[in-house]
């Protein structure tokens, strides 16, 4: 069975950071694009940031600079580390993995990040 499981989202004041990660099953990490993806309330889900198993990645112009993915091919995990915070950052943060060559889609259960003072 096939399994992604998010962790790290919560409650951040403006301008602070967050780490959220993603635990994927070994079946299928290393023939996956990794991503993180968000939806706001009342909008479309929305590509945040990918990386392939060589360590290419690829952002969402709102977030460079801020956000950094990264994944660990041992751990079969990918990590979005997200610094200098603001409230349109506030989504339900979903890790996805899209396998290849099929480009099949799985899903985590999504994560909320609140960004609030």
């Known amino acids: 069975q096939v399994q992604l499981v998010e962790s790290g989202g919560g409650l951040v004041q403006p301008g602070g950071s967050l780490r959220l990660s993603c635990a994927a099953s070994r079946s299928i990490f290393s023939s996956s694009v990794m991503g993180w993806y968000r939806q706001a309330p009342e909008k479309q889900r929305e590509l945040v940031a990918t990386i392939i198993t060589s360590g290419r990645t690829v952002y969402a112009d709102s977030v460079k600079g801020r956000f950094t993915i990264s994944r660990d091919n041992a751990k079969n995990t990918v990590d979005l580390q997200m610094n200098s915070l603001n409230s349109e950052d506030t989504a339900v943060y979903y890790c996805?993995?899209?396998?290849?060559?099929?480009?099949?889609?799985?899903w985590g259960q999504g994560t909320q990040v609140t960004v609030s003072s």
């Open positions: 996805n993995a899209r396998q290849f060559p099929l480009r099949i889609d799985y």
